[in-house]
């Protein structure tokens, strides 16, 4: 069957067709089965089943090609894997201002957790940009985009619990209030991961009061489980539970 008739009506360019035919051809069924029940946000026929390395490989193949041009631009994609690739493009981009741009383009058409955990240029990791990376992350934490959301707390995550570090941000965090499920996970998981980086400051948060109980709560459980905090800081975890 030709790769055309097993997209949506979405329009596509002649580029996006021949990648999304070297996508289908790296399909397994058992693999797109497996990813689905991983990701319950998006439905199965809009899952390929391609690895993680698979679109990485193909994205350093494709990196600076006009091939490579005509599929970032042209959004919203269909297949999880097609905003997988795309993010992997984004993340290859060696100038900031072009990532972030990037990032922004594609951060609205962002539709589930693991696109969004995906996403994370290298170029970000760079200290000459850490404070205007630090300003959009709190401007992204704000977006009424749930995944956009994400995308703030996790940049605060991955950046700002090290060197770095702005206690301010653990207020920040905190007080984020939404019932969107993948944002307070996210919420939860900054918070295990500043008590393995930043204990002092974040034990604090870990009492009652201080930000909503289910994210507290799971923040709690997801430190225990983690193998960064001693076994001394687990059992005072454990009796805040």
């Not at 790769?3 to 070297?22: N, V």
Request: aromatic share 10%.
């Amino acid at each position: 069957m030709k790769a055309t008739s097993q997209t949506t009506d979405i329009p596509q360019t002649h580029s996006d067709i021949d990648i999304l035919e070297r996508l289908l051809s790296m399909r397994d069924a058992k693999y797109a089965d497996f990813t689905a029940k991983l990701i319950p946000t998006i439905e199965p026929k809009r899952i390929i089943g391609v690895r993680a390395p698979q679109i990485a490989h193909l994205a350093r193949e494709l990196r600076g090609t006009a091939e490579a041009a005509a599929f970032t631009s042209a959004l919203p994609h269909c297949y999880l894997e097609e905003n997988g690739l795309h993010a992997a493009l984004v993340n290859l981009i060696k100038d900031y201002w072009r990532a972030e741009a990037e990032v922004e383009r594609l951060l609205p058409y962002v539709d589930n957790w693991a696109t969004c955990d995906s996403l994370s240029p290298s170029v970000f990791g760079k200290a000459a940009y850490a404070g205007r990376l630090h300003d959009k992350a709190i401007v992204w934490m704000a977006s009424g985009h749930e995944y956009t959301c994400r995308f703030g707390i996790g940049i605060l995550m991955r950046h700002f619990l090290d060197a770095a570090f702005c206690p301010g941000d653990l207020d920040r965090v905190a007080g984020i209030d939404r019932e969107e499920y993948y944002v307070k996970m996210m919420q939860a998981w900054y918070f295990a991961t500043a008590l393995a980086k930043q204990w002092d400051a974040a034990e604090p948060y870990m009492h009652p009061g201080r930000m909503g109980e289910w994210v507290r709560r799971k923040a709690i459980q997801k430190a225990i489980e983690s193998f960064r905090v001693g076994d001394r800081q687990k059992a005072l975890l454990r009796s805040l539970r």
